[in-house]
């Protein structure tokens, strides 16, 4: 009994904990999304790196307009990562391991963002959930606004790409709405749509518009939104 009491009072501060680090990536979240790119200077991209523990300074890699230097900062849950790494019976509530990444990238010439990636990612077995999104400074191509979902590698993902300058207001808006509840929540995120409720919405109505078959497991999933 005492050992079983011990586990019980050491989850419930594991939980605790997650709760307090969800609550800290929320906050994170909302200083990004106040950030507009071509707009937002590199001081104040700074200013959220030094609050929230980042790197600053780091090489660009992986962003269509190349920018000068990025700053990142990763939030996890430390306690309930090491649980479901080392000891995953210990967790009776399924709740996943998470981590959220933030990659702001500034150009030297004008000291301005010219690129934001963010990325949400929760381990589910027998695959994995992540939500992406980018917002670039440059020349959209075909599309200023896109939404992708699929599955590959057993990695089960939303992706949203957006270039603030040519994209609506509403757009943009959509790249960034991130629900991070479901990361405090028993049981923790099942699905990449619960990460982006309003780019998955966006992307049904272009599926439903397009004739795209839509991924059976979500559109019946009670957590993910439909219209």
Known sequence: MAATAVVLVG???IFAANFHTERKAVALFQEVRSLRTGESTDAEVQGI?????????????GFCQSPDNTHSV???????????EKAAWLR????RLWSINVTMGHESRSGLLVSTWVDAYAWKAPQEVEAESNLVLGHPGDQSYSVSVGVQRDISSI????????????????????DLSCLARFGGCHAPCELLPSAWLDYQAEAREKGWSLPPDEMN???????
């Open 92 to 95: 009776p509530f399924g709740n």
């Open 221 to 227: 999933d009670a957590r993910c939104k439909t219209p």
């Open 49 to 61: 790196v030094r609050r929230y523990g980042g790197e600053a300074g780091l090489q660009p890699t």
């Open 74 to 84: 990763e939030i996890r849950s430390e306690g309930l990562n090491w649980l479901g």
């Open 159 to 178: 992706r949203v790409e957006v270039f603030p300058t040519w994209a609506t207001a509403e757009q943009t808006l959509h790249a960034s709405d991130f």
């Open 11 to 13: 989850e419930c501060a």
